[in-house]
């Protein structure tokens, strides 16, 4: 894993562009009487991040969720590999994967089950050995056949993060994907997530914790009250606060 | 809605004016030679049933017409209704109970009509209650929508599963003189008509005026929503 | 995608096994229910024989809404629910998973019951128990097809329990009325068990093909 800020994706005018994986257009998305999202323009490409920053209830979940198929797009397009994903939602389910606040593991299953439940509803055709593998490679594998109920918040991170290394998805959505994960986690997450980047994966995340963020190549975007607005490329890392 | 407060007061007059002459016919309308004065009960009873049927078709359109446009309008005239319909139930329940007691010499017969209205008054009743104990509104809107859409489907199998459970099962006594009381002809007739005319617009009445006063709870509840939460 | 369908009512099951959650209560909240009709009615064999439909019926659809009151338990954990929504299988996948779960469950407990209840109310019918298991097993199919998807309506309604019973014991009445009938003719011999086999039958058909369409409508924010 590199610390050297590599913060420029490659430049969007050349030749050998990378395929759009997202693309919205004109999105707008309201609760009842409220807006949420409005406006949102955003295209993804192969191989690009997209960190989504802003405060408590500008609207970066429903984004995401949105971004999952878990709300329909019902004002303003929203194309997934050029698919139009209102009309072709199970097609769109199985091209991303979404990890969010919540980890969507039963408590009374084991790691080597949740991935069973995982595989089958996906399809995925894996046989059981991949699963120990993924679990192995985030680190449970001691707690491999333990349900999960008794599993720290981090073990749980580390778990359902190990979904993504089954389903090799188009389009990557984490919503705090740091959170709860302890410093080796974070190394781990960033090293695996620069890997799934190159790749040509696309990545979608949420975070309050740009320092983090900063170990990816990744465009920065500000939403406020469902604006969506792209940041200045991100400067070099922050000079260490001197000591006093 | 802005059509509705405008023909609000027309629909009230028009309700009122037919309501005093059917009335007036059924005061002077001839007693039935088997049912004597208890027919009158019929005048009332007839048309609430119609009502009642009516209301949960127009919740059934109102409902399916709310899931494929997400027409809040939609929405409202379906919660509406509901209570409506609901009021016009317990109406018929009630008017047939009242005359059941003189023509079948009890309250109540386990016959199809009469089961069928009783479970359709629980039905209104549980949309009612599903609606209103969702914290969201939409999620709310949405379940009753579905569930009212199923009971449409249901009402059919519920009546005719009680007409066959009565036919094959007992002697139909009741269910005989039940149907024989609504056969209503002769110088009976307009009275009916003109009071179930009367009834078909005091239910577009009933929907005008309560859509309307749904609609109002909603902007407020929107705006205090609004107070509490400035910054979303 | 019968994968899917198997793998998500495995886990319901396999959980519930492991758990001895819902398949204990429900076991127990069934013989409660008999215990309160031998009070009530306090039976000789006759009435005995003349009640058993009704009291099979009546107590099958008590315990399944106990059952009922929990399908989407594990799913309200961890947003376990969102994560079904998320698998890239149809809608109606997901809802044939979880009635499948149940409908199992549901079933083994009325199979423990109905010795019980024989036992319990000195009943001389164990001739025809393969009979009456399988009507309570064809009701039994559109009764947990409705109620799952009852219950995935009333996923965080306030006091739910309550609203689950109010809205699915009137939409059973047909169910409920053909089942009963249906007994009563194979235990007394009157011969008319067929049409009330046809309307439990059309019963299933109607909620099992509308059920996955009205949960497909019912998730899509």
């Known amino acids: 894993m590199t610390h050297t800020p590599r913060a420029t994706p490659p430049p969007a005018d050349h030749d050998a562009t990378p395929p759009v994986v997202i693309q919205l257009e004109g999105v707008h998305h309201r609760f009842g009487r409220h807006r949420v999202l409005q406006g949102i323009d955003l295209t993804l490409r192969q191989g690009e991040c997209v960190a989504l920053y802003g405060a408590n209830g500008s609207g970066k979940s429903t984004l995401l969720a949105l971004l999952a198929t878990l709300l329909t797009v019902r004002q303003g397009q929203y194309r997934l590999d050029g698919l139009d994903v209102t009309q072709h939602g199970n097609e769109a389910r199985d091209k991303l994967l979404f990890v969010g606040h919540q980890t969507h593991l039963y408590g009374h299953l084991t790691p080597v089950e949740n991935l069973l439940f995982f595989r089958d509803l996906r399809g995925l055709d894996l046989p059981e050995s991949r699963l120990r593998q993924a679990i192995d490679t985030v680190g449970l594998a001691k707690a491999a056949d333990k349900p999960v109920q008794w599993f720290s918040a981090g073990m749980r991170k580390r778990l359902a993060l190990a979904r993504m290394l089954l389903a090799h998805p188009r389009l990557l959505l984490l919503d705090e994907p740091y959170s709860a994960l302890d410093i080796q986690g974070v190394h781990w997450l960033n090293a695996i997530l620069t890997d799934y980047l190159r790749a040509g994966g696309a990545l979608v995340m949420a975070s309050h914790d740009p320092e983090r963020v900063a170990a990816l190549p990744h465009r920065p975007h500000h939403l406020a009250r469902g604006v969506l607005s792209p940041m200045p490329l991100p400067q070099p890392p922050l000079p260490e606060p001197t000591p006093c | ?232 | 995608m019968l994968k899917a369908i198997y793998r998500i009512a495995w886990k319901d099951v396999a959980g519930d096994l492991r758990r001895r959650a819902t398949l204990s209560s429900m076991l127990f909240f069934a013989i409660s229910v008999l215990i309160v009709f031998q009070a009530a009615f306090e039976p000789d064999r006759k009435e005995a024989l003349r009640l058993l439909p009704g009291l099979l019926w009546a107590t099958t659809l008590f315990t399944t809404l106990v059952g009922l009151g929990r399908v989407f338990q594990a799913e309200e954990e961890d947003g376990a629910f969102e994560g079904l929504l998320l698998a890239s299988v149809p809608r109606g996948v997901i809802f044939f998973g979880k009635w499948l779960g149940n409908l199992l469950l549901t079933l083994l407990v009325e199979f423990l019951i109905l010795p019980l209840t024989l036992v319990l109310f000195n009943v001389d019918a164990w001739s025809h128990v393969p009979a009456i298991l399988g009507i309570l097993t064809l009701g039994t199919l559109g009764l947990t097809g409705l109620g799952t998807l009852l219950a995935a309506m009333t996923r965080g309604a306030r006091s739910r329990e309550t609203l689950l019973a109010l809205l699915l014991l009137p939409l059973t009445a047909p169910m409920l009325i053909a089942g009963v009938q249906a007994i009563a003719g194979v235990l007394l011999q009157n011969g008319a068990v067929e049409p009330w086999l046809k309307l439990l039958i059309i019963f299933d058909l109607v909620y099992l093909a509308m059920a996955p369409w009205a949960f497909g409508w019912l998730v899509e924010e």
């Open chain 2, 1 to 232: 809605m802005k059509i509705l407060k405008k023909i609000q007061t027309l629909l009230g007059v028009a309700t009122l004016v037919l309501l005093a002459v059917g009335l007036w016919f059924v005061y002077n309308a001839p007693e039935d030679f088997q049912q004597g004065g208890a027919v009158r009960i019929l005048y009332i009873h007839v048309p609430s049933a119609k009502m009642a049927l009516l209301s949960y078709l127009f919740l059934t359109v109102a409902s399916a017409l709310y899931l494929w446009k997400r027409s809040e309008t939609a929405d409202i005239l379906a919660e509406a209704a509901t209570s409506v319909g609901a009021a016009f139930t317990a109406i018929t329940l009630a008017s047939g109970s009242i005359w059941g007691k003189p023509m079948w010499g009890t309250w109540w017969a386990w016959d199809a009509r009469l089961t069928s209205m009783l479970v359709l008054l629980i039905l209104f009743k549980g949309l009612m209650v599903l609606r209103n104990s969702m914290d969201d509104p939409v999620k709310g809107a949405r379940a009753t929508a579905i569930l009212a859409i199923i009971g449409a489907v249901d009402l059919p199998i519920i009546h005719y599963s009680v007409v066959w459970w009565r036919t094959l099962h007992q002697p139909p006594s009741m269910a005989a003189s039940g149907n024989a009381g609504v056969h209503i002809s002769g110088p009976l007739l307009p009275p009916l008509l003109i009071l179930s005319g009367a009834f078909m617009l005091m239910g577009l009445y009933m929907v005008t005026v309560k859509a309307r006063q749904i609609e109002a709870r909603r902007r407020l509840d929107a705006l205090e929503s609004a107070r509490m939460h400035p910054d979303e």
